[in-house]
C-alpha cells in the first residue's frame, strides 16, 4: 500500500514532482562532470606523455609533475645525457602555452619520431617549410581546420601540414628551432626525454643522473604518469574543489526536497488527516514522506548520471581541444550516497511536521 500511495502523491502533481527530479539532478551532473572532467585531462596529460615513447624525463629544478614554465635548460644538456651509459636517445622538447589548457610542442622532428614511432597522420604530413605546424584531430575538430588551411598561433599564421592522431606528445607541434626563436629561447628546452637500452637499466640510469643531476626532478615514466592524479593537483586543490562541490550538492538536494516537501504535506492536510483517523502512526506517516523523498532522490541520481554523458557528448562536440571528460562509474553510487543524504534530510522536518499533525485539525483543515 505504501508504494501505491508514493507512486499516486508523486502522480499528483506531475510537474512539482518532474521539476523536483530535475533539480536533484542538477547537482549530481555538477559532481559527475567535475569529477570527469579532472580524470579525463589527467588521463589525457599521461597518455600523450606515455606516447612520446621515452623511458626516463629529465625536468627543470623546481618544477613539479603538473606545472612547466618556460625553457630553462640548456639544450647542450641533451647531448650530454645521450652519452650517458644505457642512454641510446636523448630528445630535448619545449613548451610555450597557448591556452589555459593547452600549448604548442617544439621538438626536433627526426629524432622525435625514431623515439616515438612517429605521428600518425590523418590528413596532410610532416613539415615541409618553417611556416608549417602540425595539429592533432581534437584541434582540428574544435577549430574547423584541415590540412593546408591556414590557422594563427603565438601572433603568427601557420600553415596545417599535418592533422595527426591524438595521445602523442600535444595538440600543435612546431619545430623545435622555430619555436625557440619565436619565444626568445635560442638553445633552450623545457625538458629532455631519454630511451634506455633496456627495461631493467632504467633503475640504474636514474640514479646516475640524480648523482650527477641533484636538483633536478627525474623520472621514469611509468613513475611520471602515475602521478597524474586528482590528490597532486596544485598540493591536492583540485580534491578540496571536488569535495566543496560535493557540500553544495547535499546542500542543493536537502534545500530542493525541503521545499517540495514542505509544500506537498501542505497540500496533503486533509489527506494525512485521513490516514491517521484510520489508523495510520506517526511512524508510518514520517516513513511515507521519506520514502516519496528517496524516491525522488533516486530518479534524481539516475536522470544526473544520464546528464553527465549529456554533458560529455557536448564537450566532445564543442571543446574536444580544451576539456576531456571522462565517465567515472566508481563515482555512480558516491554521488547517489551524496544525494540521498542530502534529500533525507531535506524531508525530514516535513515529515516530522505531517507526522505530529492532529487527525481532527486535519479533516476541518479547506
Known amino acids: 500500500m505504501t508504494g501505491k500511495l508514493i507512486v499516486e502523491n508523486l502522480k499528483h502533481k506531475p510537474i512539482r514532482s518532474a521539476l523536483s527530479v530535475f533539480l536533484i539532478a542538477v547537482p549530481v ?15 589525457d ?24 614554465s618556460g625553457a630553462p635548460l640548456p639544450e647542450k644538456l641533451v647531448d650530454k645525457l645521450a652519452q650517458q651509459p644505457h642512454v641510446t636517445m636523448a630528445v630535448g622538447m619545449m613548451t610555450h602555452p597557448i591556452l589555459s589548457t593547452t600549448f604548442v610542442a617544439g621538438v626536433h622532428f627526426d629524432s622525435f619520431n625514431r623515439m ?19 595539429i592533432d584531430s581534437y584541434y582540428a575538430r574544435q577549430n574547423h581546420l584541415h590540412a593546408g588551411d591556414k590557422v594563427k598561433v603565438l601572433n603568427r599564421e601557420w600553415r596545417v601540414a599535418g592533422v595527426f592522431e591524438p595521445g602523442k ?26 630511451k634506455v637500452d633496456q627495461h631493467s637499466n632504467i633503475p640504474a640510469v636514474i640514479a646516475d643522473l640524480k648523482a650527477m643531476l641533484p636538483e633536478y626532478p627525474i623520472y621514469s615514466m611509468e613513475e611520471f604518469t602515475s602521478l597524474f592524479t586528482v590528490e597532486n593537483v596544485q598540493g591536492g586543490a583540485l580534491q578540496a574543489f571536488i569535495l566543496v562541490m ?37 511512524g508510518f506517516v514520517l516513513r511515507l514522506i521519506l520514502s516519496e523523498a528517496l524516491v525522488m532522490g533516486i530518479g534524481g541520481t539516475v536522470l544526473g548520471i544520464l546528464f553527465s554523458f549529456v554533458a560529455r557528448w557536448l564537450i566532445e562536440t564543442l571543446v574536444p581541444a580544451s576539456l576531456t571528460q571522462a565517465i567515472v562509474p566508481e563515482w555512480w553510487p558516491i554521488a547517489g550516497a551524496i544525494t540521498l543524504v542530502g534529500v533525507t534530510l531535506g524531508a525530514l522536518y516535513p515529515g516530522l511536521s505531517a507526522a505530529r499533525q492532529d487527525p481532527i485539525e486535519a479533516l476541518a483543515y479547506e
Open 29 to 43: 551532473t555538477l559532481i559527475l562532470t567535475l569529477v570527469g572532467l579532472s580524470r579525463g585531462m589527467l588521463e
Open 45 to 68: 596529460s599521461a597518455r600523450r606523455a606515455r606516447g612520446v615513447g621515452a623511458d626516463v624525463l629529465v625536468r627543470p629544478p623546481g618544477t613539479s609533475v603538473l606545472t612547466l
Open 116 to 134: 616515438s614511432g612517429g605521428f600518425k597522420y590523418l590528413e596532410g604530413g610532416p613539415f615541409s617549410g618553417p611556416d608549417d605546424i602540425l
Open 169 to 194: 606528445l600535444a595538440r600543435l607541434v612546431l619545430p623545435l628551432r622555430v619555436l625557440q626563436d619565436l619565444t626568445g629561447n635560442t638553445g633552450k628546452v623545457s625538458q629532455i626525454f631519454l
Open 246 to 282: 560535493q557540500s553544495i550538492g547535499v546542500v542543493i538536494g536537502f534545500a530542493v526536497v525541503l521545499l517540495s516537501m514542505y509544500m506537498a504535506v501542505l497540500q496533503r492536510t486533509r489527506e494525512i488527516g485521513i490516514l491517521k483517523s484510520l489508523g495510520a502512526s506517526r
